[in-house]
C-alpha cells in the first residue's frame, strides 16, 4: 500500500511565477490536509479537504494561496506570484474517513519550495 | 488560546540514556496529542498518542505521561539509541477536523 505521494519533491521558482504542488493520498484515505513547514519552525495547519469539498481552510493565506480536491485526481496546493516568503517545506497528509479526528495524519515526504 | 509550547529546542543524551521532551497547551478543549517524530527530509510520521482520560502511555521504549490538571504533556525515550536522532513534534487536536497543532519541535541527538 503506497504511502502518500507528493510531488514534485523539489520546486524551484523566481518571484512571480506560480507553484502547483500535488498530493495524492493513501489508498482508501479521503481526507487531505496540507501544512507548511518553515526553516527551524513547526508545521503550520494550512487546509482540510474531502473529495471536491473544503472543510477548513482557516490557516491559509488569504491571497495568492489555493487548494482544491477533485473527484478524479490528485489533491493540489496552488500558490500564485510567490514571493521569498514563500519558500518552505509543504507537507500533504491524508486520513481515512472516521479517522481524522484522532490526529492520526499519514505524511507525505513534502514538497520544498524555494523561491529565487 | 491555540498554541502548543514545547521544550527544549534542542537534547543531547548518551547512548542507553533517557531523552525527555516536554509540551504544555492552553486550549482544554483539545481532546487527543499525538507525538510526531521526523528525520530529516523526511515526513513526520506518528509515533505515539494519547487521550486526556488516560495519564500514561507506554510503546516500547517510548511514554507519554500526561497532566491534565496541568495542561502538560511529556514524551520520555528510554534506553536512547543513535537511531532515534530525529526531531520530535508534540501536537493537540480537537473535534474531528483532524487539525494538528503543532509544538516547535525538539531536535534529539543521541550520541553512541
Known amino acids: 500500500n503506497a504511502g502518500v505521494m507528493q510531488n514534485p519533491r523539489h520546486l524551484v521558482r523566481r518571484r512571480g511565477q506560480e507553484a502547483r504542488l500535488r498530493c495524492s493520498p493513501m489508498?482508501?484515505?479521503?481526507?487531505v490536509y496540507w501544512y507548511r513547514q518553515l526553516p527551524e519552525e513547526g508545521l503550520k495547519f494550512m487546509v482540510y479537504?474531502?473529495?471536491?469539498?473544503?472543510?477548513?481552510e482557516s490557516g491559509m493565506p488569504k491571497e495568492r494561496f489555493s487548494a482544491e480536491f477533485p473527484k478524479e485526481g490528485p489533491s493540489i496546493l496552488r500558490i500564485q506570484q510567490v514571493v521569498r516568503g514563500d519558500s518552505a517545506a509543504y507537507f500533504c497528509?491524508?486520513?481515512?474517513?472516521?479517522?481524522?479526528?484522532?490526529?492520526?495524519?499519514?505524511f507525505g515526504e513534502g514538497s520544498r519550495l524555494t523561491v529565487l | 488560546q491555540q498554541q502548543v509550547k514545547q521544550s527544549p529546542q534542542s537534547l543531547i543524551v548518551q547512548k542507553g540514556g533517557i531523552s525527555i521532551i516536554n509540551c504544555a497547551y492552553e486550549?482544554?478543549?483539545?481532546?487527543?496529542f499525538p507525538w510526531y517524530q521526523q528525520f530529516p527530509g523526511k515526513g513526520p510520521a506518528l509515533l505515539i498518542a494519547?487521550?486526556?482520560?488516560?495519564s500514561e502511555k507506554k510503546e516500547g521504549r517510548f511514554t507519554i505521561s500526561f497532566n491534565k490538571s496541568a495542561k502538560q504533556f511529556s514524551l520520555h525515550i528510554m534506553d536512547s539509541q543513535p537511531g532515534d536522532s530525529a526531531t520530535y513534534f508534540c501536537?493537540?487536536?480537537?473535534?474531528?477536523?483532524?487539525?494538528?497543532?503543532f509544538g516547535q519541535g525538539t531536535t534529539l541527538q543521541v550520541k553512541p
Open positions: 489508498k482508501g484515505h479521503s481526507h
Open positions: 497528509a491524508s486520513s481515512p474517513p472516521n479517522r481524522g479526528g484522532t490526529g492520526e495524519l499519514f
Open positions: 494519547i487521550r486526556p482520560d488516560v
Open positions: 501536537a493537540a487536536t480537537t473535534g474531528n477536523t483532524g487539525k494538528l497543532i
Open positions: 479537504l474531502q473529495k471536491e469539498n473544503i472543510i477548513d
Open positions: 486550549n482544554t478543549a483539545f481532546d487527543y
